[in-house]
């Protein structure tokens, strides 16, 4: 299972992942889930995956592949974001194509989901959720975020805190509870968590973090955050009956 989210606000864009692709008693492994693609100073991408690992490994390789050979309806080229991810989707849809009958035979499923955000230049930052059909939907006003995988646990802070008007530090902070909380619900939901940052017009992803349990800011955010939901649980309004 993966979660990942990337929130946009008008400072810019935050992109979260956990790194975790198997969960149980005695095996896990570890992928990253985030990965920075673009050209200095023209385009920047960081696109996000969940689902099928070596769908979405193939489809990493295949974008990577298409950059350095120039392809023309890759990412090197596209005009809008919007075309970026509808050409992420179609090659997600033709490698769950190529592999579906095989996997199928084995009891499993190549759909795979991404997230894809960035900015070309002279257009604006934006986040695109790419479906396992190839189709895309992007974020609004009045849902400023998107999700894959394990999305359920990491929602409420999300609409509770997020809008446009969020500081880039702030939306970070958020989508680190987002995950946390995840992580905390869901075992196949693990670390190290990954964050980046891309600030409106930088065309770099900076910082980004990798963040273990034992990481000084996440330990300190972690604990910060449960001390805090408990003062505000103990002060909520008593019934009239107590």
Sequence with gaps: MTYCVAIKVNQGLVFASDSRTN??????????????LGVPGERTFVLLAAGNLATTQMVVNLIQRDMEQGERRGLAHAEYLYDAAHYVGELSVDVQERHAE??????????????????IK????????????????TASPETPYLQIGETKYGKPILDRIVSPSLSLADAGRCALVSLDSTMRSNISIGPPLELAF?????FEVAPRLSLKPASPYYASVQKSWNEGLKRAFKRLPKFDWE
């Design 23 to 36: 969960a149980g008693v005695d095996y896990v492994s570890v992928y990253s889930k985030m990965h920075s």
């Design 102 to 119: 095989a996997l199928k035979q084995s009891g499993n499923s190549p759909e795979a989901t991404f997230i894809l955000g960035g900015q």
């Design 122 to 137: 002279g257009r604006p930052p934006d986040i695109y959720r790419i479906y396992a059909e190839g189709n895309c939907v």
């Design 198 to 202: 891309y600030r409106t017009d930088s």
